[in-house]
C-alpha cells in the first residue's frame, strides 16, 4: 500500500484523498480530527444550531467537510437544507442514504457520497444500481470490514470506494485497502494518524 494521499479527480478538482478519513461523531473530536494528516472530514454530529460553526473551524484547519446530512438534528431531509449547507455553512459536499437528496445535491454542485449498508444481497444490489445511476463521488460501504465484499463491489462498480463502518483495528484497514477501497472512514480516533 502507498503511503499519503491518493489523488482522486472530482468535479473539476482534485480531492488529495489521505487512507484514513476521520468520522467525527461528537463535537468533543473535533480538535483531534483537525491534527488528522487527512485533508477530508466526515462530520456525522451537529445540530442546525451549531453546524455552521463545526463546520467554519474545519475549514479554518484547511479540512474538506463532507456533511452526513441524515444525522445532522433540525435539518429537513430537503433542497433548502442542502442549500444552507452549501450556501449558508460551506461545507464541500454530503453524505447520505437518502437517492433524492443526493440527485438535488448533484444539481445544486456539491460533491456526493452514496452510503450503502450491506444488510444482504437486496441491498448490495440496489445500492449498486442506484451507483451507477447516480454516479456519486464515492460510494460508501458499511460495514467495511468484509474485504471478499469490497473486492467484489470494485469488480462491479467502475466509480470509487470508501470502507466505512466497524473499522476499529489497524488490519482491519489495510485490509479494506488491499481489497480495492480508496480510503476509509472510522470515528475510531486511534486509526486517524496509522499511515
Known sequence: MKRGSVEIP???KTMNLYPVIPAVRAEKDIEEALESPS?????LTGTVMNI???VYKLKNGKKEVFVHVDLVKGLSLDRCSLE???EIVGVDGIISTHIHLLKIA?????????RVFLV????LESGLAQAEDLEPDFLEILPGIVPEFIKEITKRYSGDIIAGGLIRKKEQVFAALEAGAKAISTSCKDLWKII
Do not use: C, P, T, Y
Open 10 to 12: 472530482r468535479m473539476g
Open 39 to 43: 485533508e477530508v472530514i466526515f462530520l
Open 52 to 54: 455552521e460553526e463545526i
Open 84 to 86: 444552507f449547507l452549501r
Open 106 to 114: 448533484r444539481k445544486l454542485g456539491m460533491r456526493i457520497i452514496q
Open 120 to 123: 444482504d444481497s437486496g441491498a
